[in-house]
């Protein structure tokens, strides 16, 4: 029994890719890479194809010297090398009209490693949105840009993405509403444009941050994420999800195991969608801290541990691409060479 044993644990490590990752799809992202240098974009979106990636992930960034120019150049080297995209669309300070974060500091910094804090969603000003991103869409359009999905927001169950969410305590009912028909109006906006301009492309819902425990002292998400977007079905007596403008198509989940715990915190993340269960879940940010996996083999035993948990629910669960978060950090080293558990954590 130990050697059947020892065999399976060298198993799982050398072919979790053909064995517990047969048919997924994965993806890579690189948040922001369009503000990097050409030769940085050039570069990356080059090894992120060497590793075998068919997806690539990224946001638009509008606050950048020439930052529409960037990002078409950016996508369109993506679609050179093949890559599918999945375009993260996030609101930036500008949509606000001047009204600024009011929940930054200390505790803000606690939860979400920077200290400026996040504007309330539902301050949003949606006409401005609608104007930049039809501007974006049109820009990418007018490149011969190919846009495979869009993702509509991120983490906003969370505060570091949503000023809605209350900063250490609980949220109200009549808060939480005014956080679901904020985003509601958010993705009908953003669904329209995207089936105007891609009439193709798959929408998600933003993909939940799911907290499962309480950051930096005290509530600082919705405690009933997945209800953000299960209320989106009969809001206001319409309903978000499907209508006659647009369907979406999937929803997004972040899933970051816990050391030790793989099995347990990826069921307890999955638990958290169980009622999003009539269209395909993608894991648009999933990763393994290589710094909390010092020992060969470890990072790569978790990983294949990882995709077996998510085996466990393919009978009732479909599941789009997976992306690993992200570029370059824990798959190359200072080389550029791929770091020997790289293979590991990036399912085919």
Not at 52 to 65: E, S
Not at 294 to 319: C, H, I, K, N, S
Request: aromatic fraction near 12%; charge should be neutral; charged fraction near 20%.
């Amino acid at each position: 029994m130990k050697r059947l044993a020892s065999f399976l644990s060298i198993l799982m490590m050398i072919l979790p890719l053909s064995a517990l990752g047969a048919g997924r799809e994965f993806g890579i992202d690189y948040s922001r890479l369009s503000t990097k240098s050409a030769a940085v974009q050039a570069r990356s979106l080059a090894g992120i194809s060497a590793l075998g990636a068919t997806w690539f992930r990224d946001v638009y960034v509008a606050n950048t010297p020439h930052g529409l120019d960037d990002f078409v150049n950016e996508l369109r080297m993506a679609k050179q090398l093949k890559l599918k995209l999945l375009v993260e669309l996030l609101p930036v300070p500008d949509d606000f009209d001047g009204i600024q974060p009011e929940n930054g500091g200390d505790e803000f910094f606690k939860v979400c490693g920077w200290r400026s804090g996040s504007r309330k969603l539902s301050l949003i000003d949606l006409n401005k949105f609608s104007a930049r991103i039809d501007t974006q869409f049109a820009a990418l359009k007018a490149a011969g840009v190919t846009v495979e999905a869009f993702e509509v927001g991120n983490e906003f169950d969370l505060i570091c993405f949503n000023g809605d969410v209350p900063n250490g305590r609980a949220a109200t009912q009549a808060e939480f509403v005014t956080a679901v028909r904020a985003y509601a109006h958010y993705l009908k906006t953003s669904a329209e444009a995207i089936r105007k301009y891609y009439p193709n492309a798959k929408i998600l819902t933003f993909p939940l941050a799911a907290v499962l425990n309480e950051r930096g002292g005290g509530m600082h998400h919705f405690s009933n994420p997945a209800r953000m977007i299960a209320d989106l079905r009969n809001l206001d007596g319409y309903d978000y999800l499907d209508n006659a403008n647009y369907h979406v198509d999937a929803y997004g989940l972040h899933v970051y195991p816990t050391r030790g715990r793989i099995a347990k915190t990826t069921r307890d993340k999955m638990s958290t969608v169980a009622i999003l269960n009539d269209k395909p879940i993608w894991i648009t940010e999933w990763g393994l801290k290589p710094s909390l996996y010092p020992d060969p083999g470890t990072r790569a035993q978790a990983a294949a541990e990882f995709y077996a948990t998510l085996d466990e629910y393919r009978r009732t669960v479909t599941f789009g691409p997976m992306f690993y978060f992200s570029y370059p950090t824990g798959l190359i080293d200072a080389s550029g060479n791929p770091l020997p558990d790289a293979s590991a954590i990036l399912t085919p």
